[in-house]
């Protein structure tokens, strides 16, 4: 982390778990223990638990976001929500492009440029998604995999806008796998991303840019990760499932 230049964020990625109730005790497990804390707290949640999440951690330190968002305003796009109806409900984040919807829900690059505008048209900051297969690092491209989804994922967002993004390095190789890439691994996409939005861009937005590393992220990896200077943070699946776990990579983002 590299607070001098940018905020850290650790980010929750609640995917598809937690009922209301459910939802309802994590938050008030969590609000305590994110009011300790110093680096910027967000929990992305269900569509059907925001307004929980939203009216329960009001007037506390930790923000909501939602897990996806639609690029149309309105129209015939049954199942889908858009940026408008995440802001009108209090949301402030939204993760775009998380390799489970490129994988699952035939996600890409085009879709998620869509995605990021229509996020920031209405106000709300994206946590962008960007990571490399297993294959694609064996085989020595993870920097054209990466590049190519910076550049397409951010083609026509201005330096302003950029300056608002997050974006999440994860390896999909170490989703949710317990592998996590080493620190070192971490810090060089981040840096290549950052060198990326210095070239698309200049170097003081590519130096604004909070970028986060996300990939089985626990209680006892996040200290050496968020020591390297160019990972601002992290996007945490499993671990941000129990408020204990959370708090301690909330503490460690804080140091
Ligand atoms: P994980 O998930 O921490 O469970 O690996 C991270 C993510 O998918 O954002």
Redesign the pocket.
């Known amino acids: 982390m590299n607070k001098e230049l940018r905020k850290a964020v650790i980010a929750g990625?609640w995917k598809m778990n937690k009922t209301r109730p459910e939802a309802k005790a994590l938050i008030e497990e969590l609000i305590p223990r994110a009011a300790e804390t110093s680096c910027e707290v967000v929990i992305c949640v269900p569509f059907t638990n925001l307004e929980t999440a939203v009216s329960l951690t009001e007037g506390t330190n930790i923000k909501v976001g939602a897990e996806n968002v639609h690029f149309e305003k309105s129209g015939a796009f049954t199942g889908e929500i858009s940026a408008d109806m995440l802001t009108e409900l209090g949301v402030e984040y939204v993760i775009i492009g998380?390799s489970e919807r490129r994988q699952y829900f035939g996600e890409t690059d085009e879709t998620v440029n869509k995605r990021t505008k229509a996020a920031l048209a209405a106000g709300l900051k994206p946590i962008v998604c960007v990571g490399e297969l297993l294959d694609e690092r064996e085989a020595g491209i993870t920097e054209e995999v990466i590049s190519t989804q910076v550049k397409l994922g951010f083609a026509g967002i201005s330096a302003e806008d950029m300056k608002k993004t997050i974006i999440a390095y994860?390896p999909v190789w170490?989703?949710?796998t317990g592998k996590t890439a080493t620190s070192a691994q971490a810090e060089e996409v981040c840096l290549f991303i950052r060198e990326t939005l210095a070239k698309l861009y200049d170097k003081a937005t590519a130096d604004a840019v909070t970028i986060q590393y996300?990939?089985?992220?626990n209680p006892k990896n996040a200290a050496e990760l968020l020591a390297q200077p160019d990972v601002d943070g992290g996007?945490?699946?499993?671990?941000s499932l129990k408020a204990a776990d959370f708090g301690v990579l909330l503490d460690e983002a804080s140091k």
């Not at 996007?235 to 671990?239: K, N, T």
């Open positions: 990625n998380h994860e170490a989703i949710g996300g990939g089985s992220m996007l945490i699946g499993g671990a």
